[in-house]
Structures are given as C-alpha cells and as structure tokens.
C-alpha cells in the first residue's frame, strides 16, 4: 500500500521532469538549428550518402552551402531539388573537386573561398572504402585510397584553414571512422587512411588552439552509416567492389548522422563517436589489452577466409 502511495506521487513528478526536459531538448535543438542560417558551409563527398545528407539538413538550417564531389550532374540534381522542396533557402552552388588530383585542389579551394568571400564551416566528408586481402591488394589501391582519404583532405584543410586564420575563426570537420581508431581485417587500405587522418586532425586540433584559438576543429567518427559507400569500395584488384554490405545496409540514417553533426558543431565539440556500444569496447580493448583485441581480430579474420 505505502509503495502504491509513493508511485501515485512519483509518477506525475517524473512526468512533469521528462516534460521539462523534453521542452530543455527541443529549444536547444531549435537553438542549434538557428546557429546556422546564413553560414557558409562546404561540404565534400556532397553527391551521396553522408554528404548529401549534411547537404539536406544544412539547407534547411538556412545555410549557404557549397556543394563538392566529383559527380557535378548529382550535385546538379541535389541543388535543384533542394531548390525546389525549399525556396526559402539559399541556392547551393555546386563545384567539381576530384580529391584524387592533388594539384587542382588549392585552386579549387580558393574559388569556393570566393563565391560567398568567406567559409564559416568545411566539412570533409569526402571518401572512399575499400575490401579485400593485403596479399593481393594492389599497391595502387593502397596509393589511391590514401590520397582521396588522407591527402586530398589534407590539401583541403590546409587551404581553407590559411584563410581560418586570416579571418580569425572557422570550423573544420573531418569524417573519419571507428576505423580511425581500430583496424579490422580485410580493410587495411581504409583503416591506415583513416588512422592517418586521424593523426592529423589531432596535431591540426592542438596547433590552432595555439595560434588562432577562435578555430574549432571536430573529429566525427561514425560506425556503419547506411549509404552506398560498400558499393563504391575498391577491390584488392582496384575495380568496384559494387556489394552492399550486410553491416552497411543496416547502418545508423545517415539523416540522424548528420544531425548529430550539426550539434556536435554547434557544441564546439573536438570529437564525436557515433557507433554501438561493441565498437566503443573494442577501441578500449585495443588499447588497454591488446592481446585480447589480437584474439578477436584473428578470429573475425578466420570467419571470413
Ligand atoms: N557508410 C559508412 O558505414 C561509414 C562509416 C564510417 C565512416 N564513413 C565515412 O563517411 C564519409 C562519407 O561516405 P558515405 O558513407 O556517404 O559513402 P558514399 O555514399 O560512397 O559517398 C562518398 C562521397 O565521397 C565522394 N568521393 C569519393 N571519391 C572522391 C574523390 N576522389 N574526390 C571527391 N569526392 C569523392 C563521392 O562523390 P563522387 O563519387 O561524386 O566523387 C561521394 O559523394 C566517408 O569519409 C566514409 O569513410 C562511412
Ligand atoms: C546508390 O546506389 C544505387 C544503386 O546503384 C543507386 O540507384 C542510387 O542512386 C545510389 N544513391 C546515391 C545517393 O548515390
């Protein structure tokens, strides 16, 4: 009976306190959605997947937003429909950027540096994956991977974090993977990419906070994501590996993804991990005991030989 008494008084409490933060999460959501109208935002990989969906969002939060990828036609489709659904919006202007030509990337940069005279955000979220065995990977594709995932981006930021400075304030974002952190067999070529990259946005993250404090820099390391990024993936022999993966198909909506993003940056957050409780174990396992992550990691090995 007392129990019942102290249910019949809880419940209307913890009702009103979930009411409370309910309306908490909602105004901070709008708050977050509103810090973005009228930003300059340049979005790489904008043709698909996780990239046309920070395209999606970020219109609607009112952006400016510069489109890239090296797809114009899709990019061409996205602005018109984008156009279309809301007018309200700004125009995106679409830019062809082939990451895998390192030497068009400065000048590329510095035009859409131009169309609006200033970027607030850069996001890099331009990619690809990769499947196959180290024995028969060619070199190539260990080349090719390692320059659209890790020197095509570098070239990016490096241009667009000049002009950070000179106007004192930016934020930079860089797409990486729970593979920045681990490596998993059959993935080498993606997982040393994205461990580099990795790499570097720690060093770009602490170098800034030295000489130009008002630049925020923002790793975003998600688990699977459901997008076409298996279908595109480079086989050990450098041709489309055009599967869509099991993991993939059943990945987080890369709409929630690019949300979470859009608040990560709105919170001046350094990193942000979006992936299932295993991943987050297994990145602690490979640094507090690597033994057992070896175990495990021969054992997923075997399973798919
Ligand atoms: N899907 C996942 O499970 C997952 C998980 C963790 C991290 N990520 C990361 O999320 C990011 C977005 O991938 P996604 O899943 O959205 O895959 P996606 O659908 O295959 O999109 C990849 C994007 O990158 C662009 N891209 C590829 N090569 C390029 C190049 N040489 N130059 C310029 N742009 C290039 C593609 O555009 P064009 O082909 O038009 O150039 C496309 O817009 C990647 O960095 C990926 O590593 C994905
Ligand atoms: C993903 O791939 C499918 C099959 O090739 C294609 O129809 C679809 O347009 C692609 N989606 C994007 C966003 O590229």
């Not at 950070?164 to 990419?193: E, H, L, M, N, W």
Request: glycine share 6%; aromatic share 10%.
């Amino acid at each position: 009976m007392s129990l019942l008494c102290h249910l019949n008084w809880l419940l209307p409490v913890s009702s009103v306190s979930w009411l409370i933060y309910a309306l908490f999460k909602r105004s901070n959501r709008q708050k977050y959605k509103d810090s973005f109208k009228d930003k300059v935002i340049f979005i790489t990989g904008a043709s698909s997947g996780l990239g046309e969906a920070l395209t999606r969002v970020f219109h609607k939060f009112g952006a400016k937003l510069i489109i890239a990828a090296r797809n114009i036609e899709k990019l061409n489709v996205l602005r018109d429909e984008l156009v279309e659904n809301y007018p309200e919006g700004y125009r995106p202007t679409p830019l062809e950027l082939d990451l895998s030509k390192i030497d068009t990337i400065r000048q590329i940069t510095k035009s859409a540096i131009d169309i609006h005279g200033n970027i607030d955000i850069i996001i890099n979220n331009a990619g690809i994956s990769y499947r196959g065995a180290i024995i028969s990977t060619d070199i190539n594709v260990y080349q090719n991977l390692m320059t659209v995932n890790y020197f095509g981006q570098i070239e990016v930021i490096k241009a667009i974090t000049e002009h950070f400075v000179t106007i004192g304030k930016g934020t930079i974002v860089g797409v990486g993977s729970v593979q920045s952190q681990i490596s998993i067999p059959y993935r080498s070529a993606y997982s040393a990419s994205k461990h580099a990259f990795q790499a570097f946005m720690d060093c770009l993250r602490a170098e800034l906070s030295s000489i130009q404090p008002g630049i925020d820099v923002l790793a975003v390391n998600p688990g699977y994501i459901r997008t076409n990024l298996s279908l595109n993936a480079l086989s050990s022999d450098g041709s489309l590996y055009n599967k869509m993966d099991e993991t993939t198909a059943l990945g987080m909506d890369p709409e929630i993804v690019a949300n979470e993003i859009a608040a990560a940056i709105y919170q001046k957050k350094k990193e942000l991990f979006l992936s299932s409780v295993t991943h987050r174990l297994a990145i602690i396992l490979r640094y507090l005991f690597p033994n057992l992550f070896f175990i495990l990691m021969s054992k997923r090995a075997k399973k798919l030989t």
